[in-house]
Nanobody
Framework: QVQLVESGGGLVQPGGSLRLSCAVS??????????LNWYREASLNERELVAT????????KYADSVKGRFTISRDDAEKTLYLQMNDLKTEDTAMYYC?????WGQGTQVTVSS
């Protein structure tokens, strides 16, 4: 059974930083080349793909809105996905979700406000 558990969200001022974590269980990072993803949802039914990292190649992709500010990474030994978010803006406020191979985490709220 796949489980994804996010943590690290919170309230931060504009220009600040947060690091989100997603603990992954029930998936092998060495089983093929697939994407580990962060999505966010700022309004109902509009979930945006923020960043992807591929398990075998390590290749990454980012939404244009976060390029240069966010960095996705993973720790294979800890089976954890990360999203380092710097220079946060009010428009980054959203619920952030981890997604992999058809499974979603429960989300972690990020609020950027002064």
């Amino acid at each position: 059974q796949v489980q994804l558990v996010e943590s690290g969200g919170g309230l931060v001022q504009p220009g600040g930083s947060l690091r989100l974590s997603c603990a992954v269980s029930g998936l092998s990072f060495s089983d093929g080349n697939y994407g580990l993803n962060w999505y966010r949802e700022a309004s109902l039914n509009e979930r945006e793909l923020v960043a992807t990292i591929y398990t075998r190649s390590g290749g990454t992709k980012y939404a244009d809105s976060v390029k240069g500010r966010f960095t996705i990474s993973r720790d294979d030994a800890e089976k954890t996905l990360y999203l380092q978010m710097n220079d946060l803006k009010t428009e980054d406020t959203a619920m952030y979700y981890c997604y992999a191979r058809g499974s979603w985490g429960q989300g972690t709220q990020v609020t950027v406000s002064s």
